[in-house]
């Protein structure tokens, strides 16, 4: 996870979803395994600093029914992004569902990581354009 504004709205829909906010942040190797070589963006110290209660640092991919229990979580909350299946080929968000414990949330902002990422490009592509 970047902390990027679509981030942030999506935390703060999350943390409207409760009382207390807990993250799972996967490792960079994990990230690094289900996004590409490029990420994440920042590393996982970084990632650490955001608006939340709790940090779960090297979270598992798939969420588990001893997680959920060991947390005590009532939900479970993804943004509108793809969801990539864990190495199995399982839906890592199969054990919230199955609990009815699963929501997807708007963050209403279009913001992403990938978009950051392609907009960064674009412009050292524009840079060097100019420069030959």
Request: charged share 25%.
């Amino acid at each position: 996870m970047c902390i990027d504004v679509g981030h942030v709205d999506f935390l703060e829909k999350a943390k409207a979803e409760g009382d207390y906010l807990i993250v799972g942040l996967h490792t960079d190797p994990v990230v690094n395994r289900y996004k590409g070589s490029n990420y994440p963006i920042m590393n996982l110290h970084e990632r650490v600093l955001s608006y939340v209660n709790e940090v779960v640092i090297g979270a598992p991919y798939a969420v588990t029914a001893d997680l959920m229990e060991h947390f005590k979580v009532d939900i479970v909350c993804h943004g509108q992004t793809f969801v990539m299946s864990d190495v199995n080929g399982a839906d890592p968000y199969e054990e919230p569902k199955k609990q009815n414990k699963f929501k997807q949330l708007d963050s209403e902002n279009d913001v992403t990581t990938q978009k950051i990422v392609e907009r960064i490009i674009q412009q050292d592509w524009n840079m060097k354009k100019e420069t030959d």
